[in-house]
């Protein structure tokens, strides 16, 4: 078994002690026990770990060199530990700042609802804040400190000045249209389509423009002739609903679309779009405790896909 699975806090609590006090005796006071107790849990600890840590110094003890060694590492863990479970008793008592997470059109309806819900099962008190927009706009927001989080697509990376990107998925831009669409359920479609019916695009200056300008090039596609530039999911859903639009998107946008059968998507090789959604933050700067453990969520959420 894997001796760091074996140790536990009461270990580390009564070695620090006895470290700190010089004495199996006087720790034991301080941490509420019997000498004995505190004798025997030092002698497992050395047990577990392979090595004399404390010794024999005329009438009191001492820590040995490998014991000199395991405390710099000992304490600052039993440290962290501790002021681990301080700040859950801090944000699970006292309303605190509020957390305020960005989140793109790629997240907003697929993993952003999911987050929300565990993060208010878990009981913390601090409000939560999700902003919806532009990618430029939200970034502009977490660089002057309006929000602590944005989760999306990565940035192009004159986008990215004093900010940082932890990847967590992968997502693609994909063309869809309603299930009573001319073209639903067609194995094949011609490099025309675009002219041949209204198409909501992503403007200029959004996160996955780049993206569809590559793909309608490696596909031969001309410009849309009736293009409508949006960044809004609500509108395409709407407009794709109410007639015979394609719409290019990011596939989280849809997914649940999809899933129904409501939207379908056409048979475009689209896989030189794929790319990395995660969690964007200020670079050099340390989240509050409730917006470290709503990314935490995000995280867990995001895992495997």
Not at 92 to 121: E, K, N, Q
Not at 159 to 171: A, G, T, V
Request: proline content about 5%; hydrophobic content about 45%.
């Amino acid at each position: 078994m894997d001796i760091s699975r074996r140790i536990k806090i009461r270990h580390l609590e009564a070695f620090v002690e006895v470290a700190r006090q010089k004495s199996v005796g006087r720790a034991a006071i301080t941490l509420s026990l019997t000498q004995p107790a505190v004798t025997r849990t030092i002698r497992e600890l050395e047990e577990i770990v392979g090595a004399a840590l404390v010794e024999r110094d005329g009438r009191g003890i001492k820590l040995s060199h490998k014991g000199e060694v395991f405390l710099s590492h000992a304490g600052s863990g039993l440290a962290a530990v501790r002021g681990g479970i301080s700040a859950l008793a801090n944000i699970a008592t006292s309303s605190g700042p509020p957390v305020r997470i960005g989140a793109l059109p790629t997240v907003s309806a697929t993993v952003m609802p999911g987050a929300v819900a565990d993060f208010l099962a878990s009981g913390l008190k601090s409000p939560l804040r999700v902003v919806t927009g532009e990618n430029r706009v939200l970034l502009d927001q977490l660089r002057k400190g309006d929000l602590d989080l944005v989760m999306g697509r990565m940035p192009a990376p004159e986008m990215m000045e004093s900010l940082r990107f932890e990847p967590l998925y992968r997502d693609r831009v994909i063309f869809v249209v309603s299930r009573t669409h001319p073209l639903a359920g067609q194995r094949q479609v011609g490099a025309d389509i675009l002219s041949r019916y209204p198409v909501l695009v992503p403007p200029e200056g959004s996160i996955i423009h780049p993206y569809v300008e590559r793909v309608m090039l490696e596909q031969g596609m001309a410009r849309p002739v009736q293009a409508v530039e949006t960044v809004s999911d609500s509108f395409g859903r709407a407009f794709v609903r109410s007639g015979d639009a394609i719409w290019i998107i990011s596939r989280g946008v849809v997914a649940a679309e999809i899933v129904s059968g409501e939207f379908v998507e056409l048979p475009i090789d689209t896989g030189s779009t794929l790319g990395a959604v995660g969690l964007i933050s200020r670079e050099a700067d340390r989240q509050n405790d409730a917006a470290g453990f709503f990314a935490d969520i995000l995280r867990r959420r995001t895992m495997g896909s």
